[in-house]
């Protein structure tokens, strides 16, 4: 089992930046890939990014890309989104998975567990 807790969200204007933390436990961090989804009013969950087991490889959704930065510190058993140049259209509960697999992917059905989410709010 993999428990995952979602930190840093908040309300902020736009253009201004958050960043999200997303502690782990229950099995070896960097045993695992982690992604950022977010799912807005009224929409379906989307992927945001993700992270490879070791950090070198990372992915990101063309509406973040640029935008958004994804790291994880396996010491610390934790993945971080710093999202900058906020956006209203980026207001959504966000949420970090952990995918058992090798390889990185936006594929949110191949991810085996979920935090709860954090609300992000930017306002214009």
């Known amino acids: 089992q993999v428990q995952l807790v979602e930190t840093g969200g908040g309300l902020v204007q736009a253009g201004g930046s958050l960043r999200l933390s997303c502690a782990a436990s229950?099995?070896?961090?960097?045993?695992?890939?982690m992604g950022w989804f977010r799912q807005a009013p009224g929409k379906e969950r989307e992927f945001v990014s993700t992270i490879s087991r070791s950090g070198i490889t990372t992915d990101y959704a063309d509406s973040v890309k640029g935008r958004f930065t994804i790291s994880r510190d396996n010491a610390k058993n934790t993945v971080y989104l710093q999202m900058n140049s906020l956006k209203p259209e980026d207001t959504a509960v966000y949420y970090c998975a952990a995918d058992l697999r090798i390889g990185v992917t936006r594929d949110q059905r191949l991810y085996d567990y979920w935090g709860q989410g954090t609300q992000v709010t930017v306002s214009s």
């Open positions: 229950g099995r070896t961090f960097s045993s695992y890939c």
